[in-house]
């Protein structure tokens, strides 16, 4: 059954410092996912520990709130059947050394923090992250 979703993509600090952002795109859009909007920011640390808030008791929230922070990202609407199921499996596992191959962090991840993208885990979440980027 058809099940038209969307949900929000970004494309992190590392991938885009490697000029991956069209890459990665074109993965989507071959793989059936459309980028409805897109646009390249650079959040405060302030913004990313608001976006990150989920994570607020993890270990790891500092650095990953530093970490998407400190460059450029490419926020994405991407949209298409399952959006939010097919783009958790095109990036593939958090940790790249678990990646699937012909994933997003197999191919580009760097480690687990720096994993190339990020993508919403759940219609709320999707719902939630697409209106933080894209207040309309
Ligand atoms: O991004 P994903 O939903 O796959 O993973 P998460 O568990 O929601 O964690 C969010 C982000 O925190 C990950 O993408 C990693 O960049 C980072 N992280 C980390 O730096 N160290 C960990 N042990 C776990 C996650
Ligand atoms: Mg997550």
Do not use: W
Request: proline share 3%; glycine share 4%.
């Amino acid at each position: 059954m058809n099940k038209i979703e969307q949900t929000l993509s970004i494309i992190k600090p590392d991938a885009v410092e490697r000029n991956l952002t069209d890459e990665i795109k074109n993965f989507f859009i071959n793989n059936k996912l459309k980028i409805k909007d897109s646009k390249k920011i650079h959040v405060t640390k302030d913004e990313a520990a608001e976006f990150y808030r989920v994570h607020q008791t993890k270990p790891f929230y500092n650095d990953l709130c530093s970490y998407l922070s400190s460059g450029p990202i490419v926020v994405m609407i991407l949209e298409g059947d399952n959006a939010i199921l097919l783009n958790r499996k095109l990036m593939g596992a958090t940790d790249p050394k678990n990646a699937e191959e012909n994933t997003i962090r197999k191919k580009y991840g760097i480690s687990i923090d720096k994993n190339s993208v990020h993508g919403s885990d759940s219609i709320d979440n999707a719902k939630k992250e697409i209106k933080f980027f894209f207040k309309n």
